[in-house]
């Protein structure tokens, strides 16, 4: 399986993005499997943004809600991350991933820097 996303860029504060990731058609042959976003700040840990269940669920990491949004298209092999009123903290790495079971799949990452 293999993930890449896009739609990373230099935006001003308050302003909005909306990343993209694709998965390999071959994860829908799975069951169970999991969509999402991590973010990884200069000097920080990775975090969890957000993911989508293929069955539809969703959940947020602290760092997802309020002005993150995930949704996943209709053949389930892609999702897209939208973030509102988007502030300097922001800045970071954004990873997709897809879990299958236990393994990760990761994308190179796609940067994401907000002015002030």
């Known amino acids: 399986v293999q993930v890449v996303e896009s739609g990373g860029g230099l935006v001003q504060s308050g302003g909005s993005l909306r990343l993209s990731c694709t998965a390999s058609?071959?994860?829908?042959?799975?069951?169970?499997?999991?969509l999402g976003w991590y973010c990884q700040a200069p000097g920080k840990q990775r975090e969890l943004v957000a993911f989508?269940?293929?069955?539809?669920?969703?959940e947020y990491g602290d760092s997802g809600r309020d002005r993150f949004t995930i949704s996943m298209d209709n053949a389930k092999t892609s999702v897209y991350l939208e973030i509102n009123n988007l502030k300097p903290e922001d800045t970071a790495v954004y990873y997709c991933?897809?879990?299958?079971?236990?393994?990760?799949?990761w994308g190179q990452g796609t940067q994401v820097t907000v002015s002030s």
């Open positions: 991933f897809a879990r299958i079971l236990e393994n990760y799949y």
């Open positions: 058609e071959d994860i829908a042959r799975f069951f169970d499997y999991k």
């Open positions: 989508m269940v293929d069955d539809g669920r969703t």
